[in-house]
């Protein structure tokens, strides 16, 4: 009997060294769990595309699929695209099937390793004289925002920061340049820009440009810059760790703020909306509709 497959679900970037690092990702958890089939693609921008690596495990034989999305909070892509994107391949292959897991943060073992990023740029350097700025990569979902937060609260109790600070490199406010100064106002003299991305690439590339554009305009500041996440050992238990518990189905969602379902201010269209999925370029079908004749969405 050959097990559930470990999938692996990326957005997809137009950096081809991010992507590279996605597929390295997955070459890496195919070596250390023999005999599980592991397949990894994208649902847009890069390849492979997702319904390349899924064609391709169902010619080794897989049957089933325990998807884990390859993103670290619950915004459009985890709550529509991606789940869209297997259904379509469900389509495609039938007699297969997928069960569906939750988006990889907040965790311990992220936490672990954004301390561990830290701890790379300040060496002995006091805990106490330095305020983190951890940069997301925003969203219109306020509740993906919210969760950005929670990780800075996290990383700040108990280590002895001055503070953790949050901005987004898009979407929302407050910007890196504005978080950064933010941060000066509240006495800072020493900020680390802490990205809060799993893989290089375009966006955090631009969180590092920016950090850089301010501190050379604010000499008095000292910035450092931390590195992204990477292929970190707590990150590929954890992606076993949600492996694992997709195929239990103890799977706990956050519903309490989602935009779909509770009208928060400013969202109250977004109650009941249905998900569709995005047309994807790469995608072999063609297809701008998303199988029922409504035409998805694009960037």
């Known amino acids: 009997m050959i097990p559930p497959a470990l999938l692996l679900v990326g957005h997809g970037t137009r950096d081809e060294s991010g992507a590279e690092a996605f597929r390295a990702f997955v070459r890496q958890l195919g070596e250390q769990n023999p005999g599980l089939p592991v397949g990894g693609g994208f649902i847009e921008l890069s390849p492979p595309p997702l319904a390349d690596s899924v064609a391709e495990l169902v010619r080794q034989g897989v049957r089933s699929f325990a998807a884990v999305p390859m993103v670290l909070v619950s915004a459009g892509h985890a709550k529509g695209d991606i789940p869209a994107a297997l259904a379509r391949e469900a389509q495609r292959h039938p007699g297969t099937t997928h069960t569906y897991g939750r988006p990889l943060g907040p965790h311990p073992g992220l936490l672990t390793i954004l301390e561990r990023r830290l701890n790379e740029v300040l060496g002995d350097d ?159 079908s063609g297809d701008s509709s998303d199988g029922h004749g409504h035409h998805a969405h694009s960037h």
């Open 126 to 284: 006091d805990r106490s004289g330095t305020t983190v700025l951890l940069v997301g990569r925003g969203s219109t979902d306020p509740d993906a925002n919210a969760e950005i937060y929670k990780v800075a609260r996290l990383l700040w109790e108990g280590r002895g920061y001055a503070s953790v600070e949050t901005a987004f490199v898009s979407l929302a406010a407050p910007d890196v340049p504005a978080g950064l100064e933010r941060c000066r106002k509240l006495g800072a003299g020493r900020i680390v820009v802490l990205p809060y991305f799993l893989f290089t690439g375009i966006l955090p590339d631009r969180v590092r440009a920016q950090a850089a554009e301010w501190a050379a305009a604010h000499p008095e500041t000292e910035v450092r810059q931390a590195d992204v996440i990477g292929p970190e050992p707590e990150l590929a238990d954890l992606v076993m760790e949600r492996y694992r518990e997709t195929l239990k189905g103890d799977l706990r969602m956050n519903c309490d703020s989602c935009v779909y379902r509770v009208e928060l201010p400013g969202f109250e269209d977004r109650v009941g909306m249905p998900q569709q999925p995005h047309h994807h370029p790469d995608d072999p």
